[in-house]
C-alpha cells in the first residue's frame, strides 16, 4: 500500500509560480511512474505531468513551457514546479504513483488527496 500526500497549492495571481511536492510512503517493491494530473470544476481530471522512474518525463500541452516535473527516487518524493500560472490552471491537483506491490507482484495506481491551486486574474 501507498500513500501520497501532497503539500504546497494555495492562491497566486497570474503569471505567478508554485512548486506542488508529493511524498510517498508505505510498502511496495518498486515504485514506477508518478505524475500530476488536475480537475477543475465541472471537468474531468486530466494528466500535467509525469516522469518516470528513469526520470524522462511527458507534459501536456498546456503545461509544456511552463511547468517542469521532477523525482528524487531516494525520498520517495515527485515535484511540480509552476511559473507563468494562468487562470485555467486553476483546479485541484492530484499526485498519482504506480507502484509494484510487495505482496502481490502487480501493479497498483495510488492518488493523494488533492491539492488546490488557484489562480486569481
Known amino acids: 500500500q501507498v500513500q501520497l500526500v501532497e503539500s504546497g497549492g494555495g492562491l497566486v495571481q497570474a503569471g505567478g509560480s508554485l512548486r506542488l511536492s508529493c511524498a510517498a510512503s508505505?510498502?511496495?517493491?518498486?515504485?514506477?511512474?508518478m505524475a500530476w494530473y488536475r480537475q477543475a470544476p465541472g471537468k474531468q481530471r486530466e494528466l500535467v505531468a509525469v516522469?518516470?522512474?528513469?526520470?524522462?518525463?511527458n507534459y501536456a500541452n498546456s503545461a509544456k513551457g511552463r511547468f517542469s516535473i521532477s523525482r528524487d527516487n531516494a525520498k520517495n518524493t515527485v515535484s511540480l514546479e509552476m511559473n507563468s500560472l494562468k487562470p485555467e490552471d486553476t483546479a485541484v491537483y492530484y499526485c498519482?504513483?504506480?507502484?509494484?506491490?510487495?505482496?502481490?507482484?502487480?501493479?497498483?495506481?495510488?492518488w493523494g488527496q488533492g491539492t488546490q491551486v488557484t489562480v486569481s486574474s
Open positions: 498519482n504513483a504506480v507502484a509494484v506491490s510487495s505482496t502481490s507482484l502487480q501493479l497498483h495506481t495510488y
Open positions: 508505505g510498502s511496495w517493491l518498486r515504485l514506477n511512474a
Open positions: 516522469v518516470g522512474r528513469g526520470g524522462n518525463t
